[in-house]
């Protein structure tokens, strides 16, 4: 703490010399780090209340609220002390003078109202004194009198300022001295300073060692001039006998530190002139930016491309707000919020919600009315075409719902209508779900009329069974055929085959195959091959190929694969039917009858194995002789 490493000494006198009151009054109070001491005189009357003491007290009080060796603060205590005299005065106006010191025991500062006075003493000299607010002491400031002749001069009472006063209150405050050990200050009253001049005060100090000390003597000086009447006086000795030192290096960190700032200061100034400058040519780029994005966006809004417009006018509103022109930003926004209306709506159309798409159209439609910078006629036409998407819409719906009650006819009348409208207005979405809906609806159309011939089909060939098991054989035929065209006609070909198979069956019946000749081979022989499938007997292939009504030679060699009987002869007397093998004659015993091959129906191929080709070529003999040309029945029933 300042105070324990420095020596401050107080001493001091008053007293009421020749009169029953003492109108003066010291105090004074050292806190830990700064000290205060006050002197006052009392100026008025009043057998009551002490004005210096209670102005003393009110310097005091404040100083220990706010203590500080400022000067706005010292210069603070003297105006309250002012302002309690100006209240107290009630019977009479209150007035004193008053001096004070405040240090904080390395530096002092002092203030003055009215005539009371602070001497300082340097090395046993004065250093310093306070000056007089007194008429007298502007006379010397002004030289009108000479500096030794103030302290008698008869003007020395004549206060310009002092607490109390009615006119403007003008305390003197000093700046702030520097101490140094052995620094003595002297507060006085003019009681004192009137009868004891600087000159002597230097004396008794030289020769005090304390304050009490060189009080007394001053007091002893006083008392010297048998003066017959003497005021009150009143003398406070202050011996700074070691001041607190302070650091040394603190003074340069303080001089850097306060030179840094105001190099910040300087160049916070300096920024705050660059960013100005900068800021001058932001808005000046702003304000231009401002109608060149106006005009570009005015040139998209005549192309019909309203997102780029959009932008533009967004940009060209935020260059008006930088530049503050509130009136252009307005007209912006009203550019834009028309622009983003279309811009909603387009949008919309292609989200296929058309609803929202007019009313955003109609919401737009609004806005521009009466403006020519908007293409009214094309926001027109964007709303008609959404109108026609939505009746496309509207009537696919309608066919939906047929098409989910089975109404095919219906639903394709509505698909059809909805996609000629589709088409004219251009609407490629809407067509292409409508070419859709007809396919389904060609699709559901076909397995209807398939399922229907079928029935039909099926009923034919129905009738085609009872005819047949009626033996109404050629009604059957004809039923059968009727149902294998329907079956043809949708493509059933299981259907098909199986109505040729009761064709044939039927035509077998209503032309069964004709009985076998008497003349046959006898019972008993092996089975004659033939040409006939399956169970057929096959047909006999010996002398295939020969001449009709020729005998075949008794050792004639069977062909590989046929095994003819040795020396059987071939029937003679029958002539084979074209695509139809002879059938042996019963009768003959040595022969066998060769079944009837079956028609080949008209629209079936025959196997080509089954029947043996009536012009076949003969086989020649190999060995033996040719057989007798047209040998009679009788004849090749003799032949062993």
Same mark, same amino acid.
């Given at each position: 703490?300042?105070?324990?490493?420095s020596?401050?000494?107080?001493?001091?006198?008053?007293?009421?010399?020749?009169?029953?009151?003492?109108?003066?009054?010291?105090a004074y109070?050292?806190?830990?780090?700064?000290?205060?001491?006050?002197?006052?005189?009392g100026?008025?009357?009043?057998?009551?209340?002490?004005?210096?003491?209670?102005?003393?007290?009110?310097?005091?009080?404040?100083?220990l609220?706010?203590?500080?060796?400022?000067?706005y603060?010292?210069?603070r205590?003297?105006?309250?002390?002012?302002r309690?005299?100006?209240?107290?005065?009630?019977?009479?106006?209150?007035?004193?003078?008053?001096?004070?010191?405040?240090?904080?025991?390395?530096?002092v500062?002092?203030?003055?109202?009215?005539?009371t006075?602070?001497?300082?003493?340097?090395?046993?000299?004065?250093?310093?004194?306070?000056?007089?607010?007194?008429?007298?002491?502007?006379?010397?400031?002004?030289?009108?009198?000479?500096e030794?002749?103030?302290?008698?001069?008869?003007?020395?009472?004549?206060?310009?300022?002092?607490?109390?006063?009615?006119n403007?209150?003008?305390?003197?405050?000093?700046?702030?001295?520097p101490?140094?050990?052995?620094?003595?200050?002297?507060?006085?009253?003019?009681?004192l300073?009137?009868?004891?001049?600087?000159?002597?005060?230097q004396?008794?100090?030289?020769e005090?060692?304390?304050?009490?000390?060189?009080?007394?003597?001053?007091?002893?000086?006083l008392?010297?001039?048998?003066?017959?009447?003497?005021?009150?006086?009143?003398?406070?000795?202050i011996?700074a006998?070691?001041?607190?030192?302070?650091?040394?290096?603190?003074?340069?960190?303080?001089?850097?530190?306060?030179?840094?700032?105001?190099?910040?200061?300087?160049?916070a100034?300096?920024?705050?002139?660059?960013?100005?400058?900068?800021?001058?040519?932001?808005?000046?780029?702003?304000?231009?930016?401002?109608?060149?994005?106006?005009?570009?966006?005015?040139?998209?809004?005549?192309?019909?491309?309203?997102?780029k417009?959009?932008?533009?006018?967004?940009?060209?509103?935020?260059?008006?707000?930088?530049?503050?022109?509130?009136?252009?930003?307005?007209?912006?926004?009203?550019?834009?919020?028309?622009?983003?209306?279309?811009?909603d709506?387009?949008?919309?159309?292609?989200?296929?919600?058309?609803?929202?798409?007019l009313?955003?159209?109609?919401?737009?439609?609004?806005?521009?009315?009466?403006?020519?910078?908007?293409?009214?006629?094309?926001?027109?036409e964007?709303k008609?075409?959404?109108?026609?998407?939505?009746?496309?819409?509207?009537?696919?719906?309608?066919?939906?719902?047929?098409?989910?009650?089975?109404?095919?006819?219906?639903?394709?009348?509505?698909?059809?209508?909805?996609?000629?409208?589709?088409?004219e207005?251009?609407?490629?979405?809407?067509?292409?779900?409508?070419?859709?809906?007809?396919?389904?609806?060609?699709?559901k159309?076909?397995?209807?009329?398939?399922?229907?011939?079928?029935?039909?089909?099926?009923?034919?060939?129905?009738q085609?069974?009872?005819?047949?098991?009626?033996?109404?054989?050629?009604?059957?035929?004809?039923?059968?055929?009727?149902?294998?065209?329907?079956?043809?006609?949708?493509?059933?070909l299981?259907?098909?085959?199986?109505?040729?198979?009761?064709v044939?069956?039927?035509e077998?019946?209503?032309?069964?195959?004709?009985?076998?000749?008497?003349?046959?081979?006898?019972a008993?022989?092996?089975?004659?091959?033939?040409?006939g499938?399956?169970?057929?007997?096959p047909?006999v292939? +010996? &002398? %295939?190929g !020969?001449p009709?009504?020729? =005998? $075949?030679p008794?050792? *004639?060699?069977? #062909?590989?694969n046929?095994? @003819? /009987? +040795? &020396? %059987?002869? !071939?029937?003679?007397?029958? =002539? $084979?039917?074209?695509? *139809?093998?002879? #059938?042996?004659?019963?009768? @003959? /015993?040595?022969? %066998?009858?060769?079944?009837?091959?079956?028609?080949?129906?008209?629209? *079936?191929?025959? #196997?080509?194995?089954?029947? @043996? /080709?009536?012009? %076949?070529?003969?086989?020649?003999?190999?060995?033996?002789?040719?057989?007798?040309?047209? #040998?009679?029945?009788?004849e @090749?029933?003799k032949?062993?």
């Amino acid at each position: 703490m300042r105070k324990d490493n420095s020596e401050f000494i107080t001493g001091f006198l008053s007293e009421s010399g020749s009169f029953v009151r003492n109108k003066d009054y010291f105090a004074y109070a050292q806190l830990d780090d700064i000290a205060c001491w006050v002197i006052a005189r009392g100026l008025d009357n009043d057998q009551e209340v002490e004005s210096a003491e209670l102005a003393a007290k009110s310097v005091l009080g404040y100083f220990l609220q706010k203590p500080s060796i400022s000067r706005y603060r010292i210069r603070r205590y003297l105006q309250e002390a002012h302002r309690v005299l100006q209240a107290e005065s009630h019977r009479v106006r209150l007035k004193a003078s008053l001096t004070v010191i405040v240090t904080d025991y390395a530096r002092v500062r002092y203030g003055v109202a009215g005539n009371t006075r602070m001497y300082q003493f340097r090395n046993g000299r004065l250093q310093w004194q306070s000056k007089d607010q007194s008429l007298a002491q502007q006379m010397v400031d002004g030289e009108e009198i000479a500096e030794d002749a103030l302290d008698q001069h008869e003007e020395r009472h004549n206060l310009l300022s002092y607490l109390g006063t009615p006119n403007e209150f003008r305390p003197f405050v000093s700046k702030k001295l520097p101490l140094y050990d052995g620094d003595v200050f002297l507060l006085a009253t003019p009681g004192l300073w009137e009868k004891v001049n600087p000159a002597e005060m230097q004396d008794g100090l030289q020769e005090a060692k304390d304050p009490e000390a060189w009080i007394d003597t001053l007091e002893d000086v006083l008392l010297s001039k048998q003066e017959h009447v003497v005021q009150n006086y009143t003398a406070a000795a202050i011996f700074a006998n070691k001041i607190f030192k302070t650091d040394p290096q603190k003074k340069w960190r303080i001089i850097k530190r306060v030179a840094l700032i105001l190099l910040v200061l300087a160049l916070a100034g300096g920024g705050a002139l660059l960013f100005k400058m900068k800021e001058a040519e932001r808005i000046a780029d702003a304000a231009t930016g401002m109608f060149e994005h106006e005009t570009a966006g005015d040139a998209f809004i005549a192309e019909g491309d309203y997102p780029k417009a959009l932008k533009a006018y967004s940009d060209a509103r935020n260059a008006a707000n930088i530049v503050k022109n509130k009136i252009q930003a307005t007209l912006l926004a009203k550019k834009i919020r028309i622009t983003q209306l279309i811009v909603d709506g387009d949008t919309a159309v292609k989200d296929e919600q058309y609803t929202k798409a007019l009313d955003k159209y109609d919401k737009a439609l609004k806005e521009m009315k009466g403006r020519d910078d908007f293409n009214e006629s094309e926001i027109l036409e964007k709303k008609e075409k959404t109108q026609s998407y939505v009746l496309v819409m509207q009537w696919k719906k309608e066919g939906d719902l047929l098409f989910e009650g089975q109404d095919y006819a219906g639903a394709e009348a509505y698909y059809q209508k909805a996609r000629k409208l589709a088409l004219e207005t251009s609407f490629v979405t809407g067509e292409k779900e409508l070419r859709t809906k007809l396919d389904e609806v060609a699709s559901k159309k076909t397995g209807i009329d398939k399922e229907k011939k079928t029935l039909d089909g099926d009923k034919l060939e129905k009738q085609g069974d009872e005819s047949y098991a009626a033996q109404d054989f050629e009604g059957a035929i004809q039923s059968y055929t009727m149902a294998q065209e329907i079956y043809q006609e949708i493509g059933v070909l299981e259907k098909v085959l199986a109505m040729e198979r009761k064709v044939t069956k039927a035509e077998e019946k209503l032309n069964p195959p004709a009985a076998p000749s008497s003349a046959g081979a006898p019972a008993g022989q092996p089975s004659v091959q033939g040409t006939g499938a399956g169970s057929q007997p096959p047909a006999v292939q +010996v &002398n %295939q190929g !020969a001449p009709v009504n020729q =005998t $075949a030679p008794a050792n *004639q060699t069977a #062909p590989v694969n046929q095994t @003819a /009987p +040795v &020396n %059987q002869t !071939a029937p003679t007397n029958q =002539t $084979a039917p074209i695509n *139809q093998a002879v #059938p042996v004659n019963p009768v @003959a /015993p040595m022969y %066998q009858l060769v079944p009837v091959p079956p028609v080949v129906p008209t629209n *079936q191929a025959a #196997p080509p194995a089954a029947t @043996a /080709p009536a012009t %076949q070529p003969v086989q020649p003999p190999q060995a033996n002789p040719p057989a007798t040309a047209n #040998p009679t029945q009788e004849e @090749a029933a003799k032949t062993p």
